[in-house]
Nanobody, 123 residues
Framework: QAQLVESGGGLVQSGGSLRLSCAAS????????????MGWFRQAPGKEREIVAA????????YYADFVQGRFTISRDSAKNTVYLQMNSLKPEDTAIYSC????????????WGQGTQVTVSS
């Protein structure tokens, strides 16, 4: 069974910071975490889910959505099977449910999702 569990969300004032964590567990990820491309997505009320950031399997490539504008940093820790999203200079428009994604494969990829963690930024 594959499990992704996010944590670190909460309520923060505009300009504040949060660090999200996503821990991968279960036989699917045991010894295989490094084979997964990891990403953070978010979904605000009434909007479609959008990608926020992603990190490659071997941790050498990162992708950030344009709206991040240098405020967020994605990282992964293979020893802990965990991926992080450090979010600084948060804005009210960053308010959303943030979910972790693990992806493996190209032709027929397998995707795993966490339940999500709420991030609320007050103005």
């Amino acid at each position: 069974q594959a499990q992704l569990v996010e944590s670190g969300g909460g309520l923060v004032q505009s300009g504040g910071s949060l660090r999200l964590s996503c821990a991968a567990s279960g036989p699917t990820f045991q010894g295989m975490f490094d084979n997964y491309r990891m990403g953070w997505f978010r979904q605000a009320p009434g909007k479609e889910r959008e990608i926020v950031a992603a990190v490659s399997r071997n941790n050498d490539q990162r992708y950030y959505a344009d709206f991040v504008q240098g405020r967020f940093t994605i990282s992964r820790d293979s020893a802990k099977n965990t991926v992080y999203l450090q979010m600084n200079s948060l804005k009210p428009e960053d308010t959303a449910i943030y979910s972790c994604n693990a992806k493996i494969g190209v032709i027929s990829p397998s995707n795993y999702w966490g339940q999500g963690t709420q991030v609320t930024v007050s103005s």
